[in-house]
């Protein structure tokens, strides 16, 4: 947390008060209208696509290195890939069936906000 303490204000000069809630670009229907970084820190949308991205791409490489030990026949390491993709696979099912519980939290809130 010191980091983002450290450089928030350098990187995010816009944003002058870091104990407000700032609703107006939170709740904004047209996010993609926001500059980069607003979307990335404010928006919800942002928050839950690139959780969701982390999980279904984990997934996928653990599912490509799974296919790629067992053509190589190397049987230990494909239990511990295939355990990780299934434990993978069952975290981003959570994450679609959570997804409408999402829309409150946002980058923001978690790590900037004092």
Not at 28 to 57: G, H, T
Not at 78 to 92: D, K
Not at 95 to 110: H, P, T
């Amino acid at each position: 947390m010191d980091f983002f303490n450290k450089y928030k204000r350098k990187f995010i000069p816009q944003i002058t008060d870091w104990t407000s809630e700032y609703p107006e670009l939170k709740y904004k229907k047209d996010w993609w209208n926001l500059p980069n970084i607003e979307f990335l820190i404010f928006s919800p949308v942002a928050y839950k696509w690139i959780l969701f991205s982390f999980v279904l791409l984990g997934t996928l490489l653990f599912c490509w290195l799974s296919y790629w030990l067992f053509t190589t026949r190397i049987w230990v390491l494909l239990a511990i890939s295939l355990y990780v993709t299934i434990r993978l696979g069952y975290s981003t099912y959570l994450k679609l069936k959570s997804w409408k519980y999402a829309n409150e939290i946002n980058f923001y809130d978690i790590f900037l906000k004092e």
